[in-house]
């Protein structure tokens, strides 16, 4: 299985104006702020494709297991606020 925050960058970076960028754009910012409750409009998932989905749901699950901080998840994050940003 690949790394769901690699696939992640790719799919924004393959067309950051899209709606589905800007829906897992959303996804991720907000599985950041779990004091927040990740507040994410689950409906939505409705918008993405079935891979779109799989990913939404390997974020989460990565937000499950603790993983949704630190080095990797802070660069991600940051390389898609430049993408989205350049749009």
């Known amino acids: 299985m690949t790394d769901p925050l690699e696939d992640l960058v790719a799919e ?3 067309a950051p104006q899209s709606a589905a960028a800007l829906t ?3 996804l991720i910012s907000t599985l ?12 939505k998932l409705r918008d993405l494709s079935v891979a779109q989905r799989d990913l ?3 974020l989460m699950e990565m937000m499950a297991l ?3 901080q630190g ?3 802070d660069d991600a994050k940051r390389r898609i606020d430049a993408l989205i940003s350049s749009v």
């Open 12 to 14: 924004i970076a393959a």
């Open 24 to 26: 897992l754009y959303a």
């Open 66 to 68: 603790g993983h949704n």
């Open 56 to 58: 939404a749901y390997r």
């Open 71 to 73: 080095d990797a998840w």
């Open 32 to 43: 950041a702020f779990e004091r927040a409750g990740c507040l994410f409009k689950l409906v």
